[in-house]
């Protein structure tokens, strides 16, 4: 395209700094920094991953045999913390950080040196987290959700919890702040709200619900730092508090928390569909409404984790039915997906099998989300293996298969060269063969009555969890895979990528050169609404 | 005999095969059972019939939706020459798959209001047992049987020695050993002192923490319930044939949360009864003989 050709004439002023502490430390760069993010998410992966194996080889057997029970505990609790907020969203950050201006048409993210510090607050963040491993007493283990009474017994492994949380939640607020100013101001003349990519809808609407609900989060674990450290009784039965009412503080951060880790996975898939079907998204409007009805009704559905801590009647069924409720515009997504390969041209690069596996493994996971929601039956299902189930299937053939998904669709734009797509069918293969091996059979044991976060099980329990263990060795050792092929593409592969890369491909992020300069679209690009990602623009 | 052989093993194949899909042989969990236990209550079978159905609901939607996807993978190939079409809308598809899942929603939202609403009314009830959560053991208090208020009889319930034993990091024992009188193995699903009730008996808990949150769960009952410090839960059931169940905590209480068994022993009514009044009299004698000693200990394992 004619903007990319003088693109290139006007990047000769201002390359990348050539001084390795001034660019990726002082770096206001959004494709720099959101590489920075891109790089400590798959750093805290391999952490929490690590403590994942520790877990599944303590459950391999029934018995006893590597750790003591408090110690499992603090696996369960840090692997979660680690997942969520060092993986998982830090990856999404990255993701938003490198593609939202490229595919809006700006120059930069709105907000460049709050970029820098929103990232460089997460590595602070992360050191007091992990450290607690080294404190006397260990680290925290009353479970990611940190539910008093039991979180502030242990020793000062909370406080490193809570600091950790307000930390980490500065950085987030900023990043989100950051990626709706962008959004808001940024877009090229012409690149209209409802013209935007998919990805850029479900990140503006991720973003505002990370600023209405991490201060929430920052409340409630105040409020059980004052409790434990200052005299108040917020939450403590014998002072006049309540114990229940951390649990709905918290999950009115947490249930919008849960969309905050899918909504942009979402977006992906609605990018990388369209993309290998070689047809435009089908229902673009309904995709966005849907997506803005997923997130309001994210603040009216907390309780549905404390079915089982005594609400009245009327309060279970209303949170049952906003509950159910959800299903609606999820399933439109998921059709839609559907309709969307359907009458295509389809072709199964590496980034469209994580996608076709996202859409058949997440919507399994809505499945038991939907058993989940009936009351009755939750009484069950609550607090087994039967919702590690569930919650895995969103989140990891969810969350982390987009990830992958993403990193091998816009690896070749980043890098500038093609990764080894027999690789990626390997890691492909693998993982999404390994990953049913090792959470599919946890709904069994679930069903069969085996409660979570339990360091040791009866032997009615053991084949399914030897099962369950061996496919979490394979899946973990499956991801050294995707870091060789990652590796490999960057530094070592041959073959250069074409600008557009995928034949399938619209949008503006394929109009700029591979690898994409330091600096792109100085000059607004001039916005072709036919080679816009893949929304019925007349619709 | 050969043939018998053969069909004598088919037959316990298909009895092993329907008891897995069913879970009605076995009151405890079994090795490579796949669903939910029917239990033993009304709640716990309306409970699996609602799991049963939203299940066959979530295959049937499963079989539609990924059943287009597989064709589309297949038929839709560019290597097949497909030709991508243009069209990226319907107003009419999507109303239908916005309108059709609101209406199966209610098809399975109706059957579960009317579970929650019968299961939450704890009125009526014959029999009143206090639950109470504490790290890592648990307490029942016999409040009121038949109209009557109990005197004295409660005791802490918490793992038998021998899963204890055997649990211990690098013990050396094998759990697979840890069997009952039947050889049916309850490592970890095994107390010291059963909660004793009455079958065909409204029972009413009352529930609650000592410490941390706790929550009691017995599969069979079809329900768990937190016991949290400062708030006193009620639930309630009626178990209709005597036998042995076993549950588990089902709320993280710290580290011994996998180590906090519940064993409900459920016999015949009279049988309680005549067990009831032993337990009574036994506190009695107790306590006579305490005011005799002049030491005034609390007593509370008096199982």
């Known amino acids: 395209m004619a903007h990319a050709a003088t693109q290139d004439h006007h990047d000769d002023h201002h390359e990348a700094p050539k001084s390795f502490f001034r660019r990726w430390f002082m770096s206001t760069n959004h494709k720099d920094i959101g590489t920075l993010y891109l790089i400590f998410a798959l750093l805290m992966f391999f952490i929490g991953g690590s403590m994942a194996m520790l877990i599944r080889a303590e459950l391999f057997e029934p018995g006893l045999q590597l750790v003591q029970p408090y110690f499992f505990n603090e696996l369960t609790t840090m692997h979660a913390l680690v997942m969520i907020f060092g993986a998982i969203m830090p990856a999404f950050v990255g993701l938003g950080n490198w593609m939202i201006p490229l595919m809006v048409g700006a120059p930069d993210m709105a907000l460049p040196r709050m970029n820098n510090m929103s990232f460089w607050l997460l590595p602070f963040a992360f050191t007091i987290l992990l450290s607690s491993f080294f404190l006397p007493g260990g680290a925290p283990a009353g479970g990611w959700t940190m539910y008093p009474p039991l979180s502030i017994q242990g020793g000062d492994s909370i406080a490193f919890l809570i600091f950790f949380v307000h930390v980490s939640g500065i950085s987030s607020i900023m990043g989100a702040i950051n990626i709706i100013a962008t959004i808001l101001n940024m877009r090229a003349p012409g690149m209209d709200l409802l013209k935007m990519p998919i990805f850029v809808w479900t990140w503006l609407i991720t973003a505002f619900l990370l600023i209405a609900v991490m201060p929430v989060l920052a409340g409630a674990v105040t409020m059980l730092l004052t409790d434990k450290y200052f005299g108040t009784s917020f939450f403590n039965a014998a002072g006049g508090g309540d114990p229940v009412l951390f649990q709905h503080v918290f999950w009115f951060f947490g249930h919008p928390e849960v969309y905050i880790m ?128 569930h919650f895995h299937y969103v989140l990891v053939t969810g969350a982390a298969f987009s990830i992958m998904a993403a990193v091998y669709y816009w690896l070749p734009k980043w890098s500038g060269n093609m990764y080894s797509e027999r690789w990626g069918k390997i890691h492909f293969w693998l993982s999404v063969i390994s990953v049913n091996v090792l959470f599919f059979p946890q709904h ?88 816009l990602a893949h929304g019925d623009v007349g619709h | 005999m050969k043939f018998g052989g053969i069909r004598g093993r088919a037959t316990t194949w298909l009895v092993a095969a329907s008891a897995l899909l069913s879970g009605s042989a076995w009151a405890n969990p079994h090795p490579w059972q796949l669903n939910l236990t029917k239990g033993v209550t009304q709640t716990s079978k309306e409970v699996w019939d609602l799991n049963m159905a939203s299940f066959l609901v979530c295959v049937v939607i499963g079989i539609i939706v990924f059943g287009a996807m597989i064709i589309a993978m297949i038929r839709f190939r560019k290597s097949k020459g497909a030709v991508a079409e243009k069209w990226s809308h319907s107003t009419k598809l999507e109303l239908v798959w916005t309108i059709v899942p609101v209406l199966i929603l209610i098809g399975l939202a109706w059957p579960a209001t009317k579970i929650l609403v019968r299961t939450t009314d704890t009125a009526d009830a014959k029999m009143t047992v206090k639950v109470t959560g504490y790290q890592w053991k648990w307490r029942y208090d016999y409040v009121d049987y038949d109209g009557k208020t109990v005197k004295k009889v409660g005791f802490m319930s918490r793992l038998d020695k021998k899963s204890d034993a055997t649990r211990q990091l690098d013990s050396g024992l094998d759990p697979n050993k840890v069997v009952d009188a039947n050889g049916t193995n309850d490592y970890l699903l095994n107390v010291d002192h059963p909660l004793v009730v009455p079958v065909g008996v409204k029972i009413r808990f009352l529930i609650t923490g000592g410490d941390v949150i706790h929550s009691w769960w017995v599969p069979d009952l079809g329900w768990k319930m937190d016991a949290i410090p400062g708030i006193v839960n009620a639930a309630w059931t009626k178990i209709s044939k005597p036998g042995i169940y076993r549950g588990q905590c089902a709320e993280l209480c710290g580290q011994d949360h996998g180590f906090m068994p519940i064993v409900v022993k459920a016999v015949p009514q009279a049988q309680f009864e005549q067990w009831l009044a032993a337990q009574e009299s036994a506190a009695q004698l107790d306590k006579a003989a305490r005011t005799a000693q002049a030491t005034p200990t609390p007593g509370d394992s008096q199982g």
């Open chain 1, 444 to 531: 069994f044991l679930g069903l069969a009555g085996m409660p979570r976060r339990v360091p040791d099980y009866n032997v009615a329990f053991a084949d399914f969890n030897m099962i369950s263990s061996i496919g979490g060795f394979v899946f973990g050792a499956t991801q050294l895979i995707f870091v060789g092929v990652i590796i490999h593409c960057v530094f070592f592969a041959k073959k250069k990528a074409t600008d557009r890369v995928w034949e399938g491909s619209k949008g503006l992020e394929w109009t700029v050169p591979s690898p994409a300069p330091h600096h792109t679209f100085s000059v607004p690009p001039v916005i072709d609404d036919s080679q």
């Open chain 1, 262 to 389: 899918i909504l942009p996975a979402f977006g992906i898939i609605s990018e990388i569909i369209p993309t290998f079907s070689r047809k435009p998204l089908f229902g673009y409007k309904a995709m966005v409404y849907a997506t803005a009805s997923i997130a309001f009704l994210s603040f009216i559905v907390w309780a549905h984790h404390m079915f089982a801590v005594g609400l009245p009647l009327g309060a279970e069924l209303f949170f049952m039915y906003a509950t159910m409720l959800i299903a609606v515009p999820t399933g439109v997504k998921v059709f839609n997906w559907v309709t969307t390969m359907w009458k295509g041209s389809l072709t199964f690069e590496t980034p469209m099998l994580f996608a076709v596996a996202f859409v058949i493994l997440f919507t399994i996971g809505g499945f038991s989300g939907i058993m989940l929601a009936l009351v009755p039956a939750d009484f069950q299902y609550q607090d087994t293996y039967f919702v590690v189930a």
